[in-house]
T-cell receptor
Framework: NAGVTQTPKFQVLKTGQSMTLQCAQDMNHNSMYWYRQDPGMGLRLIYYSASEGTTDKGEVPNGYNVSRLNKREFSLRLESAAPSQTSVYFCASSEVLTGPYGYTFGSGTRLTVV | SQQGEEDPQALSIQEGENATMNCSYKTSINNLQWYRQNSGRGLVHLILIRSNEREKHSGRLRVTLDTSKKSSSLLITASRAADTASYFC????????????FGEGTQLTVNP
């Protein structure tokens, strides 16, 4: 089925450890996004990639880096995890050239930093 | 601060009743979208309304947009237990490219 695939689904990290969250979409969308969702705060944009080869900071980029590996893949890296990064992370993609259309979201990565 | 704010934060109704959720935003937008999130899942796009539209329908969903008041509402008619979920509005600002700004959501519970 077409869509956005995120891995892993669950992860527990110790403070200071690093990890990369993977995201891939097979809809040939140009734009991809990383959001975090915390209770009572909705979704906040971390980083986004408007098109292959470009990345930009969103609302809460501190402590994160991203790589748009190719048109399909957009990864999010935590270099030194902190308890404040405990959250649910969602990747999304959208097609903007022929749109507007809504986003397609992955199922999320539930990250706990202890 | 969040661009979108939903009201109410939580809503509990009986099956068959209508559910209305409201959203306000602060800056000029290109379009406004509504998403549903079932517990433990990702968000699913429901409906998009452009800034030059005032009302849009999709099945049991009706969305209105009032750009003069910077507000939108989502109406779900004849609700079902399966409609139990969180509902988020998301606005695409005129100056933000393709980025969406999400509100904090309304938790809807439909009791059988």
């Amino acid at each position: 089925n077409a869509g956005v695939t995120q891995t892993p689904k669950f992860q527990v990290l110790k403070t200071g450890q690093s990890m990369t969250l993977q995201c891939a979409q097979d809809m040939n969308h140009n734009s991809m996004y990383w959001y975090r969702q915390d209770p009572g705060m909705g979704l906040r944009l971390i980083y986004y990639s408007a098109s292959e080869g470009t990345t930009d900071k969103g609302e809460v980029p501190n402590g994160y880096n991203v790589s748009r590996l190719n048109k399909r893949e957009f990864s999010l890296r935590l270099e030194s995890a902190a308890p404040s990064q405990t959250s649910v992370y969602f990747c999304a993609s959208s097609e903007v050239l022929t749109g507007p259309y809504g986003y397609t979201f992955g199922s999320g990565t539930r990250l706990t930093v202890v | 601060s969040q661009q979108g704010e939903e009201d109410p934060q939580a809503l509990s109704i009986q099956e068959g009743e209508n559910a209305t959720m409201n959203c306000s935003y602060k800056t000029s937008i290109n379009n406004l979208q509504w998403y549903r999130q079932n517990s433990g899942r990702g968000l699913v796009h429901l409906i998009l309304i452009r800034s030059n539209e005032r009302e849009k329908h999709s099945g049991r969903l009706r969305v209105t947009l009032d750009t003069s008041k910077k507000s939108s509402s989502l109406l779900i008619t004849a609700s079902r237990a399966a409609d139990t979920a969180s509902y988020f509005c998301a606005s695409r600002r005129e100056t933000s490219g393709s980025r969406l700004t999400f509100g904090e959501g309304t938790q809807l519970t439909v009791n059988p």
